[in-house]
Each structure stands twice: as structure tokens, then as C-alpha cells.
């Protein structure tokens, strides 16, 4: 199985960006937002373009309506499972436990979101590092961010070998 990001429209892509914007009022300089819009940026988009005439897009996705990148990439792995090949994993990460698991958090550890999902087969993976907390939860799939904030997400696809390096650091400098 390839896993790889994957853009708005469920193709792979070498990386995509997403801002989700706070919720917004109506203002004289401001358009009004529910806080689940947000912008998305990918490697293919105005590739061949000057860096100053390249342009971020809103999406005409909503974050918390289940499509779009963010949610396609996750879907690609997560949906998988259980029937996902054994060679396919995921490594979920979080400085806030995750509403499943009913642990307290850990103020100690870095301030670090994100998840690694790799296949060992095809020695695909992708990275998502994310400021939504208690995401990502697998088993809960109605936790949408809270839309009074911002929030970011990257996401970059990677081969094997540097998703192990990746979650071999975080092993030894996130972990007590």
C-alpha cells in the first residue's frame, strides 16, 4: 500500500499546507467565518510560477465535512484498518491525550502534534505536524477542532527510511 499526502482532491502530492481560520464576525475589513474554512497550499500548485506570483486558495472544502486533504490523506490510512495490509502503521502523537484514552496530559513533554503513517512494503510514508489538540484520534471521529482558533497543519510524504529516523528522534527526545 503507498501511503503518501494526498491533495484536495485524492491524488498524491509531495506536500500540502492548510490553515484553518478562527472563527470570524463580519467586519469593514473582514469577511465572516464559521472557524472551519481555511486555506491550502500544495507542491503542485504554481509550480513553475515566481515565488511572489504564487497564490495560497481558499478551499471550497470546510474542515469539519470530512473531505478535502487533511481528510483524505488521514482517511487513506485510518479507513484501512482493519483490513489495511500488516506492513501498513501509524504512529499518533500529542501533547494532549486524546478524549479515548481518559488520561490526564503530561506538561513535561515537548509541545509537539502530529502523525507518522508508514507502509514497510512499499517504504512509503507521510508526516503530518498539526497544532489541533487531541488529535488525531482513530476512534473518535467527531472531534472537530474548536473554531474560535487557528490552526495549521503540514504535511510531507517521505520514504521509509526517513520516517524511521523521524520517529527514532522523537523517541529519544519526547519520550521519559
Not at 465572516?32 to 471550497?60: F, H, L, M, Q, W
Not at 503530561?106 to 489538540?133: C, E, M, N, R, Y
Not at 521509509?160 to 529519544?172: C, K, R, V
Request: hydrophobic share 35%; proline share 6%.
Amino acid at each position: 500500500m503507498n501511503i503518501s499526502a494526498l491533495d484536495e482532491n485524492g491524488k498524491p502530492v509531495d506536500w500540502w499546507f492548510i490553515y484553518k481560520v478562527p472563527k470570524l464576525s463580519k467586519g469593514s475589513a473582514t469577511d465572516e467565518a464559521t472557524g472551519y474554512e481555511y486555506v491550502y497550499y500544495d507542491s503542485t500548485i504554481d509550480a513553475n510560477a515566481d515565488i511572489k506570483k504564487r497564490n495560497v486558495v481558499k478551499s471550497p472544502n470546510l474542515l469539519n465535512e470530512g473531505k478535502g486533504a487533511l481528510n483524505l490523506t488521514l482517511d487513506s490510512v485510518f479507513k484501512t484498518f482493519p483490513k489495511a495490509p500488516a506492513s501498513t502503521g501509524w504512529v499518533l502523537y500529542n501533547d494532549e491525550m486524546p478524549q479515548s484514552v481518559n488520561k490526564k496530559d503530561d506538561g513535561h513533554k515537548g509541545h509537539t502534534k502530529g502523525v507518522i503513517a508508514f507502509d514497510t512494503k512499499s517504504k512509503t510514508a507521510f508526516w503530518l505536524l498539526h497544532s489541533w489538540p487531541k488529535f488525531a484520534d482513530p476512534d473518535n471521529k467527531t472531534t472537530d477542532p474548536t473554531p474560535m482558533y487557528g490552526q495549521t497543519y503540514l504535511c510531507i510524504t517521505l520514504d521509509l527510511a526517513t520516517a524511521s529516523t523521524l520517529a527514532a528522534q522523537m523517541i529519544d527526545h519526547q519520550e521519559t
